[in-house]
């Protein structure tokens, strides 16, 4: 970095965001505004140059200004020197990589947080559990936020919360004090294994609300869709040890309700594309950043099997993307059940069984078969 181009500094905890795109660009500016020292990293020196000297990320957020104090480079020793905190905003599918090429300019004791809502498609881990195998630390050094979080609403400065999450309370808190501003409110939990799912899973509900969208369904159809979608979200996380609470805080139904209904949503809109009949391949294409759920639909449902867990609608997903299922059959067939099901009532019981209970069924039936229990999160 040229230091005619440094901007003055901002006073206050120097933190690093590694990844350049729409959510990591964001993110930075959350912080900065928050009063961290921020340095971005990105992997591409023209998108650095122009963050770094016209405080603008034009292919990302267009017509948004970054704090001045922002300051980017291509450089990861640059960008990680010094940084307490570092935030890691890069496609799920490449973390693994990009890991190995931060390690050696980590310092030991940075907390690491996850932004990221995807699982690693070829072994099923979550974003933080890749994080802690590659890095090798300890998970209290961990932390991953979610929540209701459309970047580009929140470059413009539109109020919104999420969760910060770490199995480590003074890690959460340490985070969530510097992830903070008067538009962005953290709030803070221990639960990582739902606030992670929360993100990853919401996703596959918002892709399955794009595709009868694109249908033509209607609102009723959504909302059984996004209703039925969090009973599945909920089974699912609850059965790798989540609490069922978490999966109806921000992390859950919040981040359901923005990605279904917005237009900005890659998962949505990615959805909506195969709902009008375009062909997966097109409409990859077509999606000019991240949309994690295409990805995430296969490794979902293989956790689920291991646990036994019932994901009708992401199966559907799954069909639709396979282009085994005609996306205007994806409404008619919301359950696999043969008989009439009971919903899930106000205090979390169903007559069929609760979460909670069917997770505790499931293990015992795991456990009868050889199989690992509810507890493990990991099948
Ligand atoms: N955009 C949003 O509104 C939100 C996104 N997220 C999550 O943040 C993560 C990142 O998403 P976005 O920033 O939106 O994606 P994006 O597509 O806008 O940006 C991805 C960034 O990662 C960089 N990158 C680094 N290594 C890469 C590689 N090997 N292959 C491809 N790109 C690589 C790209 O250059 C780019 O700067 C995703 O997991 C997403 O679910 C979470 C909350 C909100
Ligand atoms: O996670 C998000 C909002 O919270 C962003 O959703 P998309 O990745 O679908 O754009």
């Given at each position: 970095?040229?230091?005619?181009?440094?901007?003055?500094?901002?006073?206050?905890?120097?933190?690093?965001?590694?990844?350049?795109?729409?959510?990591?660009?964001?993110?930075?500016?959350?912080l900065?505004?928050?009063?961290?020292?921020?340095?971005?990293?990105?992997?591409?020196?023209?998108?650095?140059?122009?963050?770094?000297?016209?405080?603008?990320?034009?292919?990302?957020?267009?017509?948004?200004?970054?704090?001045?104090?922002?300051?980017?480079?291509?450089?990861?020793?640059?960008?990680?020197?010094?940084?307490?905190?570092?935030?890691?905003?890069?496609?799920?599918?490449?973390?693994?990589?990009?890991?190995?090429?931060?390690?050696?300019?980590?310092?030991?004791?940075?907390?690491?947080?996850?932004?990221?809502?995807?699982?690693?498609?070829?072994?099923?881990?979550r974003?933080?559990?890749v994080?802690?195998?590659?890095?090798?630390?300890?998970?209290?050094?961990?932390?991953?936020?979610?929540?209701?979080?459309?970047?580009?609403?929140i470059?413009?400065?539109?109020?919104?919360?999420?969760?910060?999450?770490?199995?480590?309370?003074?890690?959460?808190?340490?985070?969530?004090?510097?992830?903070?501003?008067?538009?962005?409110?953290?709030?803070?939990?221990?639960?990582?294994?739902?606030?992670?799912?929360?993100?990853?899973?919401?996703?596959?509900?918002a892709?399955?609300?794009?595709?009868?969208?694109?249908?033509?369904?209607?609102?009723?159809?959504?909302?059984?869709?996004?209703?039925?979608?969090?009973?599945?979200?909920?089974?699912?996380?609850?059965?790798?040890?989540?609490?069922?609470?978490?999966?109806?805080?921000?992390?859950?139904?919040?981040?359901?309700?923005?990605?279904?209904?917005?237009?900005?949503?890659?998962?949505?809109?990615?959805?909506?594309?195969?709902?009008?009949?375009?062909?997966?391949?097109?409409?990859?294409?077509?999606?000019?950043?991240?949309?994690?759920?295409?990805?995430?639909?296969?490794?979902?449902?293989?956790?689920?099997?291991?646990?036994?867990?019932?994901?009708?609608?992401?199966?559907?997903?799954r069909?639709?993307?396979?282009?085994?299922?005609?996306?205007?059959?994806?409404?008619?067939?919301?359950?696999?059940?043969?008989?009439?099901?009971?919903?899930?009532?106000?205090?979390?019981?169903?007559?069929?069984g609760?979460?909670?209970?069917?997770?505790?069924?499931?293990?015992?039936?795991?456990l009868?078969?050889?199989?690992?229990?509810?507890?493990?999160?990991?099948?």
């Amino acid at each position: 970095m040229k230091s005619r181009t440094h901007p003055r500094k901002v006073a206050g905890k120097r933190v690093a965001v590694l990844g350049a795109g729409s959510w990591g660009t964001t993110f930075a500016k959350i912080l900065a505004d928050g009063g961290a020292d921020v340095v971005m990293w990105a992997r591409r020196p023209e998108v650095a140059r122009e963050i770094q000297e016209a405080k603008r990320n034009s292919d990302y957020l267009p017509g948004v200004n970054l704090p001045l104090g922002v300051r980017a480079t291509s450089r990861l020793d640059l960008a990680l020197a010094g940084a307490e905190q570092v935030y890691v905003s890069v496609p799920s599918q490449s973390l693994r990589d990009n890991l190995k090429m931060f390690a050696p300019h980590l310092n030991a004791n940075a907390i690491v947080i996850s932004l990221m809502k995807g699982v690693e498609k070829s072994s099923g881990m979550r974003m933080s559990e890749v994080i802690a195998e590659v890095l090798q630390i300890d998970e209290s050094q961990i932390a991953v936020i979610s929540g209701p979080n459309l970047a580009l609403e929140i470059a413009k400065e539109q109020p919104t919360a999420a969760v910060v999450s770490s199995t480590s309370l003074e890690t959460a808190q340490a985070v969530a004090s510097v992830a903070r501003n008067k538009y962005f409110h953290s709030f803070v939990n221990t639960d990582v294994i739902g606030t992670e799912f929360g993100g990853v899973l919401k996703n596959l509900i918002a892709v399955a609300i794009g595709i009868v969208d694109g249908a033509g369904y209607g609102e009723n159809t959504k909302a059984s869709i996004i209703t039925r979608g969090l009973v599945e979200m909920t089974d699912f996380a609850v059965a790798f040890g989540a609490h069922p609470e978490t999966l109806s805080g921000l992390a859950g139904l919040g981040d359901l309700i923005a990605t279904s209904q917005s237009p900005l949503s890659r998962n949505n809109t990615a959805g909506r594309l195969l709902g009008q009949g375009y062909h997966l391949n097109d409409v990859v294409n077509q999606m000019q950043q991240t949309t994690e759920g295409l990805a995430s639909v296969g490794p979902i449902l293989e956790l689920a099997r291991a646990k036994g867990v019932e994901m009708p609608i992401v199966e559907q997903v799954r069909q639709v993307l396979a282009g085994t299922l005609d996306p205007k059959d994806i409404a008619p067939h919301l359950t696999t059940d043969d008989e009439p099901q009971g919903e899930r009532t106000k205090d979390g019981q169903a007559e069929g069984g609760s979460a909670v209970r069917r997770a505790f069924k499931r293990a015992f039936d795991q456990l009868r078969h050889g199989g690992r229990g509810a507890g493990s999160d990991r099948p």
